[in-house]
């Protein structure tokens, strides 16, 4: 993935501006369809809204009480494609749900709701279907929740996955089919001709000029910054969400769980061998360029929490967090639990789209919406080309036996099983790149901090060939150390000067570097 924002100075069937989960979708829908395409973000790849969600791909058992079947449907649907596509992306993930004397939802209201759960999924296999667990069953399941008053409760499957890296693999896909594709490259002012949208004014952050990007057709995938605009906030209602980074707890499972103080659903998710507790929902009328964890929203949470652990956990234990804004249209729903988080596309008179709302898990769906709306209105015929396609890094072999000879290799190499997995996930067939590193410097194959499953190889294998312009980039985004891990600025420093001969950093630009990643 080669950064070349000279490229973008030509003529585009689409430019797309907005580097999250849904211009990254869109770029590589069109790029599948033979658009000429380019993609601009004026920061990193995924670097707000869609590096900071419950890393989950689901249909969202919680919408069933809104009565929003076509969305958990729609969502459901993309969760079964996607473990097809993309098995190393995206992987299952069962959820508990306890029932307690004084839940708001017992036992029978669960079982239809996780009935009707599985039929709009149309009924899946056995590792995803919901099981009802008496009391003491349960209980093996989740050893560290407050048994007084637990009657039982259900699990259910659904999916996880890094959603960063989901984003940064369809930005490479859309690259590997012709897609120019730049990070830190600013909109200064859509362009038009006529009165139509004819491209964009565009500033590379990095040598500071500026470029006037030709395209046919534009869309606006800027999420939170639709706001910038007195229209963009007659469509969007903006919602913040924060999630802490929790010690692991004694369970490959996760649960979905009901805060007593207000009735809303949060969630405890095992992800990198920690735990992500999460989220609020709150609407966010602040500044959009630096939505951050206030400490309200940690005392909620943990509050929240709390009432259901046996060991209960405070300020002290949270190890990270991280805060996003979630867009949704526009409505009059009292709280923003309440709104729909269905998505819409939106036109201008002068012919721009906007992306407004929608989900990480169903953002596939939309942007063929996106793709087939340009299509139309350029003449060219193509359908949607990332339906039945499998993802760029996903193995050839069938996904099982890759893993279990790929695990066999690792093993060879000194990497152990925890980590092994964990690169199978994060690059899919690129793996073999890592394992080249361990075997020219066997050293490599060493974690870079005890408890997570990150090895140097990985680190340096994306500074490498991952779009890394900042130590940011590599250690939140590309791996998400800063969340995960308490790192101090000398270790900090260790890291950085690590990538420094790839990057091409020098004794200033490290120190510059790891200021803005320290504590």
Same mark, same amino acid.
């Given at each position: 993935?080669?950064?070349? =924002?000279?490229?973008?100075?030509?003529?585009?069937?689409?430019?797309?501006?907005?580097?999250?989960?849904?211009?990254?979708?869109?770029?590589?829908?069109?790029?599948?369809?033979?658009?000429? %395409?380019?993609?601009?973000?004026?920061?990193? @790849?995924? #670097?707000?809204? #869609?590096?900071?969600?419950?890393?989950?791909?689901? *249909?969202?058992?919680?919408?069933?009480?809104?009565?929003?079947?076509?969305?958990?449907?729609?969502?459901?649907?993309?969760?079964?494609?996607?473990?097809?596509?993309? /098995?190393?992306?995206?992987?299952?993930?069962?959820?508990?749900?306890?029932?307690?004397?004084?839940?708001?939802?017992?036992?029978?209201?669960?079982?239809?709701?996780?009935?009707?759960?599985?039929?709009?999924?149309?009924?899946?296999?056995?590792?995803?279907?919901?099981?009802?667990?008496?009391?003491? $069953?349960? #209980?093996?399941?989740?050893? =560290?929740?407050? $048994?007084?008053?637990?009657?039982?409760? =259900?699990?259910?499957?659904?999916?996880?996955?890094?959603?960063?890296?989901?984003?940064?693999?369809? %930005?490479?896909?859309?690259?590997?089919?012709?897609?120019?594709?730049?990070?830190?490259?600013?909109?200064?002012?859509?362009? $038009?001709?006529?009165?139509? %949208?004819?491209?964009?004014?565009?500033?590379?952050?990095?040598?500071?000029?500026?470029?006037?990007?030709?395209?046919?057709?534009? %869309?606006?995938?800027?999420?939170? @910054?639709?706001?910038?605009?007195?229209?963009?906030?007659?469509?969007?209602?903006?919602?913040?969400?924060?999630?802490?980074?929790? /010690?692991?707890?004694?369970? #490959?499972?996760?649960?979905?769980?009901?805060?007593?103080?207000?009735?809303?659903?949060? =969630?405890?998710?095992?992800?990198?061998?920690?735990?992500?507790?999460?989220?609020?929902?709150?609407?966010?009328?602040?500044?959009? &360029?630096?939505?951050?964890?206030?400490?309200?929203?940690?005392?909620?949470?943990?509050? !929240?929490?709390?009432?259901?652990?046996?060991?209960? @956990?405070?300020? +002290?234990?949270?190890?990270?967090?991280?805060?996003?804004?979630?867009?949704?249209?526009?409505?009059?729903?009292?709280?923003?639990?309440?709104?729909?988080?269905?998505?819409?596309?939106?036109?201008?008179?002068?012919?721009?789209?906007?992306?407004? *709302?929608?989900?990480?898990?169903?953002?596939? $769906?939309?942007?063929?919406?996106?793709?087939?709306?340009?299509?139309?209105?350029?003449?060219? !015929?193509?359908?949607?080309?990332?339906? *039945?396609?499998?993802?760029?890094?996903?193995?050839?072999?069938?996904?099982?036996?890759?893993?279990?000879?790929?695990?066999?290799?690792?093993?060879?190499?000194?990497? &152990?099983?925890?980590?092994?997995?964990?690169?199978?996930?994060?690059?899919?067939?690129?793996?073999?790149?890592?394992?080249?590193?361990?075997?020219?410097?066997?050293?490599?194959?060493?974690?870079?901090?005890?408890?997570?499953?990150?090895?140097?190889?990985?680190?340096?294998?994306?500074?490498?060939?991952?779009?890394?312009? +900042?130590?940011?980039?590599?250690?939140?985004?590309?791996?998400?150390?800063?969340?995960?891990?308490?790192?101090?600025?000398?270790?900090?420093?260790?890291?950085?000067?690590?990538?420094?001969?790839?990057?091409? @950093?020098?004794?200033?630009?490290?120190?510059?570097?790891?200021?803005?990643?320290?504590?």
């Amino acid at each position: 993935m080669k950064r070349d =924002f000279a490229a973008l100075q030509d003529e585009f069937d689409l430019l797309v501006c907005g580097g999250g989960i849904y211009g990254a979708w869109t770029a590589y829908d069109a790029a599948l369809r033979g658009l000429k %395409v380019a993609l601009v973000e004026q920061g990193d @790849w995924a #670097s707000a809204t #869609s590096s900071a969600s419950s890393k989950l791909i689901h *249909g969202g058992l919680r919408y069933l009480e809104t009565y929003d079947f076509k969305l958990v449907r729609k969502a459901l649907k993309e969760r079964r494609l996607l473990l097809q596509i993309a /098995p190393h992306r995206v992987w299952s993930l069962r959820f508990g749900v306890p029932v307690y004397a004084d839940s708001r939802n017992g036992t029978l209201l669960l079982k239809a709701g996780l009935t009707l759960y599985d039929a709009l999924a149309g009924f899946p296999g056995e590792p995803m279907r919901h099981h009802h667990h008496r009391q003491p $069953e349960f #209980s093996g399941h989740f050893p =560290f929740l407050n $048994e007084v008053g637990l009657r039982g409760g =259900f699990t259910y499957g659904d999916a996880q996955t890094d959603d960063a890296r989901l984003v940064l693999e369809l %930005v490479a896909g859309a690259m590997a089919q012709g897609a120019v594709c730049v990070n830190y490259a600013r909109l200064v002012a859509w362009n $038009e001709t006529r009165g139509q %949208v004819c491209g964009a004014t565009v500033h590379d952050a990095v040598s500071g000029i500026t470029a006037q990007v030709r395209a046919r057709q534009c %869309v606006s995938t800027a999420g939170q @910054w639709t706001t910038g605009t007195e229209q963009g906030r007659s469509w969007c209602r903006l919602s913040k969400g924060i999630h802490l980074v929790m /010690p692991a707890l004694k369970t #490959s499972e996760a649960i979905l769980l009901t805060a007593k103080a207000d009735g809303r659903v949060f =969630f405890i998710i095992p992800w990198y061998g920690r735990t992500l507790l999460g989220t609020t929902d709150t609407d966010y009328r602040g500044d959009i &360029d630096s939505v951050v964890v206030e400490a309200e929203d940690v005392a909620y949470l943990l509050a !929240a929490a709390n009432r259901y652990l046996k060991a209960g @956990w405070t300020r +002290h234990d949270v190890i990270g967090s991280y805060a996003g804004v979630r867009v949704m249209k526009q409505s009059d729903a009292a709280h923003p639990s309440d709104a729909s988080r269905d998505w819409e596309l939106k036109t201008t008179g002068n012919g721009l789209l906007y992306a407004i *709302g929608g989900k990480l898990t169903s953002a596939r $769906e939309d942007a063929a919406v996106i793709v087939d709306t340009v299509c139309a209105r350029s003449g060219v !015929a193509t359908g949607c080309a990332t339906g *039945g396609r499998e993802f760029p890094w996903k193995p050839p072999l069938n996904f099982d036996l890759w893993s279990a000879q790929t695990g066999a290799q690792a093993q060879r190499l000194g990497i &152990d099983a925890e980590c092994a997995k964990w690169l199978q996930r994060r690059h899919g067939v690129r793996i073999e790149q890592v394992f080249q590193l361990v075997e020219e410097t066997p050293q490599l194959a060493a974690r870079i901090v005890p408890a997570l499953p990150f090895i140097h190889a990985d680190l340096l294998r994306c500074a490498r060939d991952e779009m890394v312009l +900042h130590l940011a980039d590599l250690l939140r985004r590309r791996m998400p150390l800063l969340i995960l891990a308490q790192l101090d600025t000398a270790e900090v420093r260790h890291l950085a000067e690590l990538v420094a001969p790839v990057l091409g @950093w020098d004794e200033d630009r490290i120190a510059q570097e790891v200021e803005a990643c320290s504590p």
